[in-house]
């Protein structure tokens, strides 16, 4: 699987070489402030997660889609924006189960739906984030671990 910043270079580079959308408008619907920021954005996958709705709007895709970086490149029918959802329901957690303590649940549900499902999608691509971040340094400590051992 690639890594989040490996796939959301891809992605990017998806949506300027096959949809068309010029890193001219890129950058003007994100209001970057020049284009080596978009050029970032095609090699190295370093897009602020501010800016995925646009990319989802200019793609015709489902923001989740730009979250996941499991997700197909290029994107499947289900990805794409007016496909019928065939995912499985959110879980919503009890109040007295709320994760986050920088800001309270009540926060959260004054949202609007569409700004509830971008906090959503941003704390699932931090969580993907991170859990690849263990993945990776527990592999390097089972590397390190077994070359102790040959030694």
């Not at 580079?13 to 949809?19: L, N, P, S």
């Amino acid at each position: 699987m690639l890594s989040t910043s490996e796939a959301l270079a891809k992605k990017v580079r998806w949506a300027i070489e096959k949809k068309g959308v010029t890193p001219a408008r890129l950058q003007e619907e994100t209001k970057v402030k020049s284009l080596s920021a978009i050029t970032e954005w095609k090699t190295r996958g370093r897009v602020d997660k501010r800016h995925l709705p646009v990319l989802a709007r200019l793609t015709q895709t489902r923001l989740e889609w730009w979250v996941r970086p499991d997700a197909p490149i290029p994107p499947t029918p289900e990805w794409l924006e007016g496909a019928p959802d065939h995912r499985p329901p959110v879980v919503r957690l009890a109040t007295d189960e709320w994760p986050f303590r920088k800001f309270a649940r009540a926060r959260f549900d004054r949202l609007s739906r569409p700004q509830r499902r971008l906090v959503e999608a941003a704390a699932y691509g931090v969580l993907l984030t991170c859990e690849e971040e263990n993945r990776e340094k527990e592999a390097h400590r089972s590397k390190t671990k077994s070359s102790r051992s040959v030694a």
